[in-house]
């Protein structure tokens, strides 16, 4: 069983639709828990980190981990054509070591 | 305030030949950590250098292994190179104990022949 499972998609959207995306982990040890954005040929880029359950928003973005269930959530409003990339959710427990779900591509349609 | 640079960006090489990856973490970071992006894929960690030592490590062969100089930037060496290490190599730099903060360069594109 890989750590971290990510429903590859991909995930087609209009433009302003509300954006689910979401992964499964299985190390319940697990407490840090980050969400990337992956352009094309490029780096993944930090959107947002949250420790332990909850939640956590930052602008558009939502973050919410379920460690009851080992969920973790990444909602995005009002979506847009530039938020089209890959969502790559990644977990660790012990700061070094970092276990990456193999990512979503979403396309928000203008 | 300049960001994660990697260098070079695209290298082609043959089966069975070495290759050497380099890294410049973002200015301040102290810690770099390196990955392994296949196709399709997320990030696998390779391993962290901090204080140049190597401090963790995935599960990567010895054929992988790595160094970091005292300015904190890192380098990634594979050897005796096969057709599955074709992959996108991604370096992370961050502050030793917040590396949930890390930040990605733009990565080597690595094409194994």
């Known amino acids: 069983q890989k750590e971290v499972e990510q429903d590859p998609g991909p995930l087609s959207v209009p433009e302003g639709a509300i954006v689910s995306l979401n992964c499964t982990y299985s190390?319940?040890?697990?407490?840090?828990f980050m969400w990337y954005r992956q352009y094309s040929r490029k780096g993944p880029e930090l959107l947002m980190y949250?420790?332990?359950?909850g939640n956590k928003e930052d602008g558009r973005f939502t973050a919410q981990v379920d460690k009851s269930s080992k969920y973790i959530s990444l909602f995005i409003r009002d979506s847009q054509p530039s938020d089209s990339a890959t969502y790559l959710c990644?977990?660790?427990?012990?700061?070094?070591?970092?276990?990456f779900g193999s990512g979503t591509k979403l396309n928000v349609k203008p | 305030d300049a960001g994660v640079t990697q260098s070079p960006t695209h290298l082609i090489k043959t089966r069975g030949q070495q290759v050497t990856l380099r890294c410049s973490p973002k200015?301040?970071?102290?810690?770099v950590s390196w990955y392994q992006q296949a196709l399709g894929q997320g990030p696998q960690f390779i391993f962290q250098?901090?204080?140049?030592?190597?401090?963790q490590r995935g599960n990567f062969p010895d054929r992988f292994s790595g160094h970091q100089f005292p300015n904190y930037s890192s380098e990634l060496n594979v050897n005796a190179l096969l057709l599955g290490d074709s992959a996108l190599y991604l370096c992370?730099?961050?502050?030793?104990?917040?590396?949930?903060?890390?930040?990605f360069g733009p990565g080597t594109r690595l094409t194994v022949t």
């Open positions: 190390n319940s040890a697990f407490q840090y």
């Open positions: 250098y901090y204080e140049e030592e190597e401090r």
């Open positions: 992370a730099s961050s502050f030793f104990g917040e590396t949930y903060e890390q930040y």
């Open positions: 949250t420790y332990s359950s």
């Open positions: 990644a977990t660790s427990y012990n700061f070094n070591k970092f276990y």
């Open positions: 200015s301040g970071h102290d810690t």
